[in-house]
Nanobody, 124 residues
Framework: QVQLVESGGGLVQAGGSLRLSCQASGLFFSKYGMDWFRQAPGKEREFVAA????????YYGDSVKGRFTISRDNAKNTVYLQMNSLEPEDTAVYYC?????????????????WGQGTQVTVSS
C-alpha cells in the first residue's frame, strides 16, 4: 500500500520559516518525480514546487521562487520543502504528490499518488 505522509506544518509568524517533509512508503521512491501543491480556503489548488527523480532539476511556482526550496533524499524516501520568508498568503494546506517517471506541475494533471496534506498557517 502506497502512502505519502506530510509533516512539519504549523503556525508561524510572517517572515519565519518551516520545513515540510513528505515520507513515502510502498513505492520505488527514486522512480517518482515529486511535487508540492497547496490549497487555501476558497481558492484553487496551486503548484508550489517539483523535483525530478534524481533531484538535479527543480521547478517552482512564481509566488514562491526565491523563498522556497525543494529537495529529496532517495535513501530516506523523503521529499522536503524548505519555506523561508513566509507570508500570510502562504497559508494553505500543503500536499505532496508522486509522479511515475515524470514531473507534472499542472494542477489538472493526473498524479499517481497524493498525501493527506499538512496545514501551514502564517500570521501577520
Amino acid at each position: 500500500q502506497v502512502q505519502l505522509v506530510e509533516s512539519g506544518g504549523g503556525l508561524v509568524q510572517a517572515g519565519g520559516s518551516l520545513r515540510l517533509s513528505c515520507q513515502a512508503s510502498g513505492l520505488f521512491f527514486s522512480k517518482y518525480g515529486m511535487d508540492w501543491f497547496r490549497q487555501a480556503p476558497g481558492k484553487e489548488r496551486e503548484f508550489v514546487a517539483a523535483i525530478n527523480l534524481s533531484g538535479d532539476h527543480t521547478y517552482y511556482g512564481d509566488s514562491v521562487k526565491g523563498r522556497f526550496t525543494i529537495s529529496r533524499d532517495n535513501a530516506k524516501n523523503t521529499v522536503y520543502l524548505q519555506m523561508n520568508s513566509l507570508e500570510p498568503e502562504d497559508t494553505a494546506v500543503y500536499y505532496c504528490a508522486a509522479d511515475y517517471f515524470s514531473v507534472r506541475m499542472s494542477t489538472t494533471a493526473t498524479h499517481n499518488y497524493w498525501g493527506q496534506g499538512t496545514q501551514v498557517t502564517v500570521s501577520s
